[in-house]
């Protein structure tokens, strides 16, 4: 794996302050699609979504990700223009009535993520890495914000079709470093990066790396893990998403315990109480010392 020199990174700057990553964050996952593999359709009423919005804050979330486009295995892409029509009124509204909310964007388009900004988001969450729209990073050196640098391979119409990798872990950290590169050339040094669980991997890909998740601590740079009910939870438990959340909180402790520091997910109650009981389990001191008991 090649190296990289980088300042550690221990927080982002968001909202004109500094939020620190060292200890957990919770990414509230908002869907403003008629697609989403779990909860499509859900919140296309505006009125509706800014309820789940302030929910999820009120539970603790740290982060509201929006999102107008599916992600899920097979689905189409959608033009900017319609993206913009599901996502920007949100947006705006949450920002209007709750100033002080983080709001993530959730888009593979440069324009997209500039009416956002300009809308009242204050981060880039891009699981394409700009390699959809060449003009995304340009565009997140320019607005310095934030930017979500996710690993895909393929694109979501076809990234399942038999995803091949002779080491999965290594092909992402080199995919990394040479995006990490290209960013700091245009002089952006906000980054958060997502091994893209689920996204061109089968399930022996997501299970190393969710083991190796460690490896990706040494760019320094805040590890943020999606693994929401996902296929690779449903796939062991043979469960469907609506069954998963019992498995989806038991990979989020394996995540935390590997060094990740954001969780992105559709529960924000159980995803908290995780954090909390992980941190107890490693800050607690135990009130004696048992180790000649059998």
Known sequence: MNKIMIHPQTGIRAKGRLISTEHPLIMGILNLTPDSFFDGGKYQDIPQALRHAKKMLEEGADIIDVGGMSSRPGARLITAEEECKRVLPLIEALHEELPDAVISIDTIYASTARKAIEAGAAIINDISAGRIDPGMFPTAAELQVPYVLMHMQGLPHNMQQHPVYEDVVREVFDFFTEKIG??????????????????????????????????????????????????????????????????????????????????????VTPAREAIAIREAFHNIEPVNNSTDLV
Not at 188 to 215: C, E, M, Q, W
Not at 237 to 253: D, I, M, R, S, Y
Request: aromatic letters at 6%; a positive charge.
């Open 182 to 267: 290209k960013l700091r050339q245009l002089g952006l040094h906000d980054i958060i990066l997502d091994p893209g669980f689920g996204f061109g991997k089968t399930l022996a890909h997501n299970y190393t790396l969710l083991r190796r998740l460690s490896v990706f601590r040494a760019f320094d740079m805040p590890l943020l893990v999606g693994i929401s009910r996902k296929s690779m939870i449903n796939k062991v438990l043979k469960t469907t998403p609506t069954q998963a959340l019992n498995g989806t909180t038991a990979a989020h402790v394996l995540a935390l315990e590997q060094g990740a520091n954001i969780l992105r997910v559709h529960d």
